[in-house]
């Protein structure tokens, strides 16, 4: 079981990404859905995360009010919207699917998982 993010790239500091994520072939409906980042050097750190419910959702403090996770299960993919990009920004972001906080079929999710299925990354990049 595949996922595949996008949306990557390089902005300048300030400005704006979304960052998608998209399973290859299951329905993400059925999962939480989290956020992770990580820089050379540095230990990966859970970003963000959303529930099955789509009202669960969970930020580290590092993006709190500057970054934004939702999903459109029609469509099949979570955004992470990123404004407001920082120095500290820049990582290789993943997205991972799994179970809820409680298990199968609990709505809620933590940023640091449980998490069965990842996808390859995508390099976000922010010029000072």
């Known amino acids: 079981l595949d996922l595949v993010e996008s949306g990557g790239g390089l902005v300048q500091s300030g400005g704006s990404l979304r960052l998608s994520c998209a399973p290859s072939?299951?329905?993400?409906?059925?999962?939480?859905i989290m956020w992770f980042r990580q820089a050379p050097g540095k230990e990966r750190e859970g970003v963000s995360c959303i529930g099955t419910d789509g009202k669960s959702t969970d930020y580290a403090d590092s993006v709190k009010g500057r970054f934004t996770i939702s999903r459109d299960n029609a469509k099949n993919t979570v955004y992470l919207q990123m404004d407001n990009l920082k120095p500290e920004d820049p990582a290789v972001y993943y997205c991972?699917?799994?179970?809820?906080?409680?298990?199968?079929?609990?709505?809620?999710?933590?940023?640091?998982?449980?998490?069965?299925?990842w996808g390859p990354g995508t390099q976000v990049t922010v010029s000072s």
């Open positions: 991972a699917a799994g179970p809820g906080l409680g298990g199968a079929g609990d709505g809620r999710c933590s940023r640091h998982g449980p998490s069965d299925y």
């Open positions: 072939e299951f329905p993400l409906s059925y999962y939480a």
